[in-house]
């Protein structure tokens, strides 16, 4: 530290604030900076280190400040008091030449700490959940002055800043205070233009300089730039007031829930590689899932992230969505849109991990803040990324604060949560030695569990009918369970389980699926045991695995039956279901989310067809309750027969509340079966309602025209029975003949 200035051969004696505010250091600007009282009078001192020259407005007039230092601190000294906030007149420019500009603002530090010691109470209690409405940056008017009060936790730095063009970018002129012990550091900057570029400077404890985006910021600069942005003002009207209520009152548990998962850089693009905006993507995408039939859409994470090919799962903006496609209003439009369509809006939520990229969460204030200090913890080695200290208050604020902000800004319809299997066990993908055990000294990772468990009963509570959904990949019981009971408190799990025997099975070629037929039978051994959802999801397309018309075994036509009969397989099976983009017109080669699907394949008959199909039984799920409304418990299944590994065929009821019914029967292999016997649990007619092979979608069109009369002969422990004609590899639904006819499609949720 110098001790002393020497100016005009006079040694000047230095305040050790004044020499830490020049050199970065100041810890608490308020104790140097702003308006104060001293012994023989009123003081006011500003800090503008590219101004010739400074006035105060005093009584209704300006007067000059005295420069009392060269670097750019002025003071002011009168018996008269300021009145608060006061005004300043500041005149910028090169002290060599005569050119300037002059403005007028108010002082930053002319204004009170704004943030209440109940909201810093909560968040150091891990219980603000709706933190993005204190920290970060926030339009505001104090004293009726507007401006942005910005806020950001960083409790290990020695000073933190807020910096910008807007002066520019120096570290020294917006220097924040602290609220004691909380660690939550605040500034109000008065008269700031809305749509700034900002960052926070921190000093840490070292003395290193960290440069860092603000990470409760709602808006961010286009990649590959990471500064965050002030608020635009820009509010939208919402639209969806009906669609709200219905969701409230809205029985999930028996609905039909049919999602079309996507990634919005890749489903489609401009001509020229561009990606399209939230509001074109409302235009074109909300029309396709409604002729399509699906009831939501799950969008892959659009919170804002550096590198496009993580297709969103490295998040650094919790709480924006990416600048990618548009503002936070676009996406309110994107939202509202689909809600008045008649379309719930899921949004992959990603609290598993974070990217170690410099500018945002790691290391945030020099030291492992939202991550865990030992990599043992603290690393996810398979993606080289962070695992969030789930054990600490301010970061379970931090993410409680990020789902309840989708959920209430956006409307958001339900949260798949990422990779839940990770945050449960301690020694995920680790081997002995590599991972710490819990205080009992098992595995399972005690924090993340109690996180999950608020995190879903603050959903339920807060937002009726808003689901969440685990990518849970274990046998973790009871993920979709209520918390009361010990569970996880999810309202439904993805069935990996399904999902993996069931393309495994469909990989084999059909004249060995004989010998793997309990890959189609083992899941009712534990269909009940959580609320599952079906799903043939993005991550098993890509990375060399193949589409799933890639998968499929034989020639080209049997490529495509094998995809109908999968989807056949899955819209008839117990549980809900997921697509991703390009399965339902078959796509020939894996995912690339760096272009659009090969919508041009649409005009050949094959692909067509297999849209087609799928179409029609996303239709025929909606609207036929026996194929939804008992998905979670065992009433709503019966096999007729699940023993017939010689033929690959298997045949199951599927139940209403009611007790209407219809039958499945599914030919796994590309022998048509004639004169095919099955028990039916009712002695009369039946009609042929959906079949994967009729020539409408590229099928053989083999199958069963007109009534399926009942034959009298008890089968299968069943009192009647019927003879049918079963298509190669197909599947056929039989419904009891009547007026339990197919309906046209609503918008109810």
């Not at 292999?669 to 590229?698: K, Q």
Request: with cysteine; proline share 6%; charged share 20%.
């Amino acid at each position: 530290m110098r001790p002393h200035l020497m100016k005009s051969g006079a040694a000047i004696q230095i305040n050790p604030l004044l020499e830490a505010l020049l050199a970065g250091r100041l810890h608490d600007p308020f104790a140097y900076l702003g308006a104060r009282m001293e012994h023989d009078g009123n003081l006011v001192r500003v800090f503008y280190p590219r101004a010739k020259n400074v006035w105060i407005n005093i009584a209704g007039g300006f007067e000059p400040m005295a420069r009392a230092h060269p670097d750019g601190i002025f003071e002011w000294r009168g018996a008269t008091q300021p009145l608060m906030p006061y005004v300043l007149r500041v005149a910028e420019g090169s002290t060599t030449t005569p050119d300037e500009t002059t403005y007028e603002t108010y002082d930053a530090y002319a204004f009170l700490p704004q943030i209440s010691d109940h909201d810093l109470y909560l968040f150091n209690e891990g219980h603000l959940r709706q933190a993005y409405r204190t920290l970060g940056s926030h339009a505001v008017e104090i004293t009726g002055v507007a401006g942005v009060l910005f806020s950001v936790w960083a409790p290990n730095a020695v000073r933190v800043s807020v910096v910008g063009s807007f002066n520019g970018w120096d570290g020294r002129v917006h220097p924040m205070a602290v609220h004691g012990s909380s660690g939550v550091w605040e500034l109000f900057i008065p008269g700031l233009p809305q749509d700034s570029l900002y960052k926070y400077e921190i000093r840490n404890r070292s003395g290193g300089i960290l440069l860092k985006t603000d990470p409760y910021s709602t808006r961010y600069e286009l990649r590959p730039n990471s500064a965050a942005r002030t608020p635009d003002g820009h509010e939208m009207a919402w639209e969806d007031a009906g669609w709200m209520a219905n969701r409230a009152a809205w029985d999930w548990l028996q609905a039909p829930l049919n999602i079309y998962e996507i990634h919005a850089g890749s489903w489609k693009r401009h001509p020229d590689g561009r990606f399209y905006c939230y509001r074109e993507l409302a235009h074109h995408l909300i029309p396709y899932v409604r002729e399509m039939g699906y009831t939501h859409i799950e969008l892959l994470p659009i919170s804002e992230h550096p590198l496009d090919e993580s297709w969103g799962y490295q998040t650094t903006g919790y709480f924006a969505p990416t600048s990618r496609h548009g503002s936070p209003a676009d996406f309110k439009f994107f939202v509202d849109a689909c809600h008045r369509a008649g379309i719930g809006v899921i949004l992959d939520w990603v609290p598993a991990h974070f990217p170690r990229d410099t500018f945002a969460l790691s290391r945030f204030d020099g030291t492992a803040l939202y991550e865990h200090e030992d990599p043992r913890k603290g690393l996810h080695q398979d993606w080289g990324t962070y695992i969030f200290n789930f054990g600490r208050n301010e970061v379970k604020s931090f993410l409680l604060s990020s789902a309840h902000y989708w959920l209430s800004e956006f409307h958001i319809d339900g949260l798949r949560v990422d990779a839940v299997a990770s945050m449960l066990y301690l020694d995920y993908s680790r081997n002995p030695g590599e991972w710490l055990p819990n205080k009992y000294g098992g595995r399972e990772n005690l924090e993340a569990i109690a996180f999950l468990r608020e995190l879903n009963i603050m959903v339920h509570d807060e937002f009726p009918g808003a689901l969440t959904l685990a990518e849970e990949s274990t046998s973790w019981p009871g993920v979709s369970r209520p918390v009361y009971i010990g569970g996880l408190g999810f309202s439904m799990k993805w069935n990996m389980g399904w999902m993996n025997d069931t393309l495994s099975y469909m990989l084999e070629d059909p004249i060995h699926r004989r010998f793997h037929h309990d890959q189609l039978t083992f899941g009712q051994l534990y269909a009940y045991t959580e609320n599952f959802v079906l799903p043939l999801s993005h991550d098993e397309i890509v990375h060399g695995k193949g589409s799933l018309l890639g998968k499929m075994p034989g020639d080209a036509w049997q490529k495509f039956a094998n995809v109908r009969l999968l989807f056949t397989y899955q819209m008839t099976y117990p549980g809900k279901k997921l697509n991703f983009m390009g399965n339902e017109f078959a796509q020939g080669r894996e995912w690339n989310a760096g272009r659009e699907l090969d919508w041009d394949q649409l005009k050949y008959a094959q692909h067509r067809g297999v849209q087609a199909a799928l179409r029609d039984l996303n239709h025929l799920y909606r609207n036929v309750p026996a194929l939804y409304q008992l998905d979670f418990l065992s009433q709503g299944f019966a096999w007729i027969d699940c023993h017939d590994a010689d033929n690959s065929v298997i045949s199951y009821q599927r139940r209403a509340c009611d007790g209407s019914f219809v039958l499945v029967i599914l030919n796994f292999t590309p022998v048509p079966r004639i004169g095919y016997r099955i028990g039916v649990p009712a002695g009369r007619s039946y009609h042929e309602i959906f079949n994967s092979d009729s020539a409408y979608y590229g099928g053989s069109n083999l199958g069963n025209m007109g009534y399926i009369p009942a034959t009298g002969r008890p089968w299968m422990g069943l009192p009647d029975s019927v003879v049918i004609t079963l298509p190669p590899l197909a599947g056929i639904i039989l419904s009891l003949d009547g007026p339990r006819s197919v309906t046209v499609l609503t918008d109810e949720i």
